[in-house]
């Protein structure tokens, strides 16, 4: 097989064949046809894969991170961990090492922040939040944990089908979610339906009925009554662009969501629910700080207000329910909320993780930020993420995860930091 056959092998149909592909790719490196991937030094540990929404299997995420100079990623997929253990393989195939997540929302309605906005641009009282640094052996718990959520997300999922059919059937388009929607994603596989799928699929059953181009923003604009920027307009004009309905499904879902969303309520954990489950499998959680977005880096989120406005009331409050950490994006903020958000971390005791989320094809693995002096120790705070994932993993398997060791270090902070320190003597 040609290279270019290998690298989208990485997103074949199966586990075994993307897996398959990677190997005989890494065995091209290592050989010397193809360059040796530099390692820069780099880490990310938010990278979502076809397991929610993604142009990214776990395998060719791993590969991307690994070719564009990572040193470690790690996989955080909305409601799912059902791509983890091919995550994991992938990262030992290519001598990557890996950290695994699992990102979902949750309902504040039981709390002070309940008719406020927090980190989701779409309903107020819920917010995203994640599991890091999940032991191996627990990710099937979690995968239980999570499947009568995932499936009370279907059923909002149907209803919001039913709203876009509504919006276009003058149009002559129809969506079927059995049909079009859930074969789009990796559902069978234990991944999730989110909106970027079906938005996905609304990108193509539009394009197929107008073409690219002109008769496109046409349509958008005059049929669905969306305001295009600049920006947007030449993404349109770019009908070469191989990824062209990703560009087109963040228009519609920073433009086209708000008329067809239906809220959230089953498929949300309560929070303190949330926060019980991750504790109990031996993983960190944490709260995803957005704040007020200006230009968004991602190009789905329209200029929006969130939780800067109360942070210094949320970051305390987020500590007492039993947050072990705070993870937001260096290239997303400015300077100014980020040192803010830094001391009430520091303030609080509360972790600090850096992750840039990745879930779009124009979006570059590597984030420069990460090497500047305000955001260096975000570096170390990953590895002691991977310590702490990789001793509980040890610690779980071989029974010595046990109650009296949760007496000693109560905390996930003292947690973390002893295994940290457990994986630098191991490596030593």
Known sequence: MTTEELICGLNAGTKEERLSALKELVQLHQNGTLPMPEDKGYVNSHIHTTYSFSP??????????????????????????GGTREFIEAGKITGMITTIGMECRVSFADTPFADLRLNNP???????????????????????????????????????????????ASAGICMDFEKDVVPASNWAEGGSVTERHILYVLAQKVTDKTGKGQPLIDFLQ??????????????????????????????????????????ATDECPPVREFLKAIKEIGAVTAYAYLGDVGDSVTGD???QKFEDDYLDQLIPYLKELGFDSIAYMPSRNTLEQLQRLMKLCKENDLFEISGEDINSPRQAFI???IKEPAFAHLIDATWTLIGHEKEATKDLANGMFTEETKKKMPSIEERIQYYAKAGQMQEE
């Open 122 to 168: 779409d309903q107020i009282g819920c917010a995203y939040v994640l599991a890091h640094g999940i032991p191996h052996q627990n990710i099937d718990r979690l995968a239980a944990f999570m499947q009568p959520y995932r499936e009370a997300r279907n059923e909002r999922n149907k209803k919001m089908v039913a709203n876009i059919n509504a919006l276009v």
């Open 222 to 263: 005059e049929q669905l009554g969306l305001s295009l920027s600049a920006k947007q307009t030449a993404q349109m004009l770019d009908t070469e662009y191989p990824y062209y309905h990703y560009d087109l499904l963040g228009i519609l879902k920073s433009s086209l969501v708000e008329k067809i969303y239906v809220p």
């Open 367 to 369: 984030n420069d930020k």
């Open 56 to 81: 990214y299997s776990p395998t060719k995420a791993v590969y991307t991170a690994w070719t564009n100079g990572l040193t470690t990623a790690g996989i955080v997929d909305h409601d799912s961990v």
């Open 301 to 303: 989120k329209k200029t």
